[in-house]
């Protein structure tokens, strides 16, 4: 399963951004899919988290402000950010999960600062 993660960019405080992570796999409609971030020295984090039924789940940190939402005909799934800060700076990486199988994106940087 290959994911191509794009949107990520330099943003200011207070901004928005959407970041989208498409496939061409057959079965995207039944992955779990989510999105994790990694800040200057920091560990890897889940951010958000959206099951082939829809159901999510957020990092306390991002409640709120960021969305997770998946469109199974575009085979995508999406981050919309909004109310950026600059600890939100970070690469963001999408994952899929079916089953056992996982497999990660390349990630996209995003860069909140003034």
């Known amino acids: 399963v290959q994911l191509q993660a794009s949107g990520g960019g330099l943003v200011q405080p207070g901004g928005f951004l959407r970041l989208s992570c498409a496939t061409s796999a057959s079965l995207f409609s039944i992955f779990t899919m989510s999105w994790y971030r990694q800040g200057p020295g920091k560990q890897r984090e889940l951010v958000a988290i959206i099951t082939s039924g829809g159901s999510t789940n957020y990092a306390d940190s991002v409640k709120g402000r960021f969305t997770i939402a998946r469109d199974n005909a575009k085979k995508t799934v999406y981050l919309q950010m909004n109310s950026l800060k600059p600890e939100d700076t970070a690469v963001y990486y999408c994952?899929?999960?079916?089953?056992?199988?996982?497999?990660w994106g390349q990630g996209t940087l995003v860069t909140v600062s003034s």
């Open positions: 994952k899929s999960r079916l089953y056992g199988d996982e497999n």
